[in-house]
């Protein structure tokens, strides 16, 4: 008998320690619930939930839970500290290392580190053949340095910068507006240039030689664009921004108004068309890198105005091409759910 009673009571002792630690856990949960919901609470509300506690006897639960809370947030704020001195640390070997390359000659710019929340630029060159289309690429893409000729361009080429923290594709075109192509193969090139930067273009730099810097005839603003309407269609005349190369070469007097008030190279019939003032600039290859910034920003500032106030250009091939798009998703699409509902 004694040992039943021994078996008994150890069984007793067993159920009602579990019980506690069940107990104990409730009221755990129970005070941390009371905790953080009376952090939400106005101070005048707070302390009836107090009150409840201490006749509860869940004070002393109370205080633990408050306890364990703020070590917590210790442990939190030691954490955030640890890991500003580290990020602190690893901003100071990359500016190290990036001093060292600047001391080896390459220099890192600001100016040329992607920004991903500002959105890119497309940009089209145009123009007759002599006009300066692959120089003012060349600026645009930040290279000082002037190029070993290699021949015309025969078909669309795409390259891309940053500036300012942006990214810029650039489109350069072969002679577009001549006939040394061919008519196929014009429109094969134009309609490619497109494909380039789809969705579609937010300008098309009409780069056209400055009237007067040449002993030859002066190329013809207004061709130039019609040009274009031919090849683009007609809606290109709201994405053209005339573009005037060799400014350098007017000398001081040389101005933008002035061309105008002389209409050369009828230069007022072209600006009547596409409703957007000239450039002139000055795209020599040995142009201080200074000016070649000036100008590079001065040229994205016109684009960015065009941008929000046009959008983007788009063509009918890119309407075409979305729409067979979708028609073809479409088929896909059922014939996956057919092929599905076999399996």
Same mark, same amino acid.
């Given at each position: 008998?004694?040992?039943?009673?021994?078996?008994?009571?150890?069984?007793n002792?067993?159920?009602?320690?579990?019980?506690?630690?069940?107990?104990?856990?409730?009221f755990?949960?129970?005070?941390?619930?009371?905790?953080?919901?009376?952090q939400?609470?106005?101070?005048?509300?707070?302390?009836?939930?107090?009150?409840?506690?201490?006749?509860?006897?869940?004070?002393?639960?109370?205080?633990?839970?408050?306890?364990?809370v703020?070590t917590?947030?210790?442990?939190?704020?030691?954490?955030?500290?640890?890991?500003?001195?580290?990020?602190?640390?690893?901003?100071?070997?990359?500016?190290?290392?990036s001093?060292?390359?600047?001391a080896?000659?390459?220099?890192?710019?600001?100016?040329?580190?992607?920004?991903?929340?500002? @959105?890119? /630029?497309?940009?089209?060159? +145009? &123009?007759? =053949?002599?006009?300066? !289309?692959?120089?003012?690429?060349?600026?645009? #893409?930040?290279?000082?340095?002037?190029?070993?000729?290699?021949?015309?361009?025969?078909?669309s080429?795409?390259?891309?910068?940053?500036?300012?923290?942006?990214?810029?594709t650039?489109?350069?075109? @072969?002679? /577009?507006?001549?006939?040394? +192509? &061919?008519? =196929?193969?014009?429109? !094969?090139?134009?309609l490619?240039?497109?494909? #380039?930067?789809?969705p579609?273009?937010?300008?098309?730099?009409?780069?056209?030689?400055?009237?007067?810097?040449?002993?030859?005839?002066?190329q013809?603003?207004?061709?130039?664009?019609?040009?274009?309407?031919?090849l683009?269609?007609e809606?290109?005349?709201?994405?053209i921004?005339?573009?005037?190369?060799?400014?350098?070469?007017?000398g001081?007097?040389?101005?933008?108004?002035?061309?105008?008030?002389?209409?050369?190279?009828h230069?007022?019939?072209?600006?009547?068309?596409?409703?957007?003032?000239?450039?002139?600039?000055?795209?020599?290859?040995?142009?201080?890198?200074?000016?070649?910034?000036?100008?590079?920003?001065?040229?994205?500032?016109?684009?960015?105005?065009m941008?929000?106030?046009?959008?983007?250009?788009?063509h009918?091939?890119?309407?075409?091409?979305?729409?067979?798009?979708?028609?073809l998703?479409?088929?896909?699409?059922?014939?996956?759910?057919?092929?599905?509902?076999?399996?």
């Amino acid at each position: 008998m004694e040992c039943k009673c021994d078996d008994y009571e150890d069984a007793n002792s067993g159920w009602w320690l579990g019980s506690n630690s069940i107990q104990m856990g409730a009221f755990s949960v129970v005070g941390y619930l009371l905790y953080r919901f009376s952090q939400t609470l106005p101070a005048l509300i707070r302390w009836p939930i107090r009150l409840f506690c201490s006749l509860t006897g869940l004070s002393a639960l109370w205080g633990w839970v408050s306890r364990l809370v703020g070590t917590l947030r210790v442990m939190q704020n030691f954490y955030k500290r640890l890991s500003q001195i580290w990020r602190f640390i690893k901003e100071h070997i990359n500016s190290e290392g990036s001093s060292q390359d600047g001391a080896l000659g390459s220099k890192t710019n600001p100016a040329s580190t992607l920004d991903l929340s500002r @959105p890119g /630029l497309r940009l089209i060159l +145009l &123009g007759p =053949t002599g006009g300066g !289309r692959s120089s003012l690429t060349e600026t645009l #893409l930040g290279n000082s340095e002037p190029r070993a000729p290699v021949g015309p361009l025969m078909e669309s080429t795409k390259r891309t910068t940053i500036v300012d923290g942006r990214e810029i594709t650039v489109i350069d075109t @072969p002679d /577009l507006m001549g006939l040394s +192509l &061919g008519n =196929t193969k014009r429109a !094969r090139e134009a309609l490619r240039s497109l494909q #380039l930067v789809s969705p579609g273009p937010h300008a098309f730099l009409m780069v056209i030689r400055t009237p007067g810097t040449s002993m030859e005839v002066d190329q013809d603003a207004v061709e130039a664009i019609q040009a274009a309407m031919e090849l683009y269609g007609e809606e290109v005349i709201r994405h053209i921004i005339p573009v005037l190369t060799h400014g350098d070469l007017l000398g001081r007097i040389g101005t933008v108004d002035r061309l105008l008030d002389v209409d050369a190279g009828h230069l007022r019939s072209a600006v009547s068309l596409c409703h957007q003032r000239p450039e002139l600039v000055d795209n020599r290859p040995d142009c201080p890198p200074e000016a070649q910034n000036v100008l590079r920003r001065q040229l994205v500032g016109r684009v960015m105005e065009m941008k929000e106030l046009q959008g983007h250009f788009v063509h009918e091939l890119q309407r075409r091409e979305d729409s067979l798009r979708e028609v073809l998703l479409t088929d896909m699409a059922s014939a996956l759910a057919r092929k599905l509902g076999h399996v």
